[in-house]
């Protein structure tokens, strides 16, 4: 599958062309199994919308139109000795209905034969409204969807919430 090259910089197509515009985001996860003790080795996996709600790899009139043959804001790496992967990408958006929302699946190693988790970070509701409102894009602002009336967060996102940090035109996060 091309959405499962191994890269850091996810913002364009596996070709490098279709550069999604947005807010430079270095996101950084860090893989620890149920004792806190780092993982290394891990494929970790993340996809997620741009900034204007729009997802690679399908095809939706509610999501903007046909990008199927598109793999922009997707791609894997495997943790390092200390068990973290940074991904080169862009502050999503959101799309009416969703919760800011970032995708990710782990994988033991690099045959991605088995899969440990599959789940969604999220981010605080008064944090992200402040970074679109900073970085401008009211698009995302107008989608407004918060944690608690989003399908996935509803039920409680304190555990899956990034940390942010850096500035509004060159973020960080952070996730465990």
Same mark, same amino acid.
């Given at each position: %599958?091309?959405?499962w ?8 197509? %596996?070709?490098g ?10 996101? @950084?996860m860090?893989v620890?199994d149920?004792?806190?003790t &780092?993982?290394a ?6 996809? $997620? ?12 009139n509610m ?16 943790t390092? &000795?200390?068990?973290?992967? @940074?991904?080169d990408?862009i %502050? ?8 800011? $929302?970032?995708?990710?699946e782990?994988?033991?190693d690099? @045959?991605y ?7 969604q970070?999220g981010a ?8 679109y409102?900073e970085?401008?894009n009211?698009?995302a ?16 996102a304190? $555990?899956q ?8 035109? &060159? ?5 465990t």
């Amino acid at each position: %599958l091309p959405i499962w090259s191994v890269r850091r910089d996810i913002r364009g197509d %596996l070709d490098g062309g279709n550069v999604q515009s947005g807010t430079p985001l270095a996101l @950084t996860m860090k893989v620890v199994d149920t004792s806190g003790t &780092a993982v290394a080795g891990a494929a970790v996996y993340v996809w $997620h919308c741009n900034s204007d709600g729009a997802y690679s790899s399908y095809s939706s009139n509610m999501l903007g139109g046909d990008y199927s043959a598109r793999s922009f804001l997707r791609g894997v790496q495997l943790t390092d &000795a200390s068990g973290n992967v @940074t991904f080169d990408t862009i %502050l999503p958006g959101r799309y009416r209905g969703r919760a800011f $929302h970032i995708h990710f699946e782990v994988y033991s190693d690099g @045959t991605y034969g088995t899969k440990l988790l599959t789940s969604q970070m999220g981010a605080d509701d008064t944090v992200i409204d402040s970074l679109y409102a900073e970085t401008g894009n009211t698009n995302a602002l107008q989608a407004d969807t918060d944690n608690a009336n989003d399908m996935v967060f509803a039920d409680g996102a304190d $555990h899956q919430l990034i940390t942010f940090g850096g500035s509004a035109d &060159a973020l960080t996060g952070t996730f465990t």
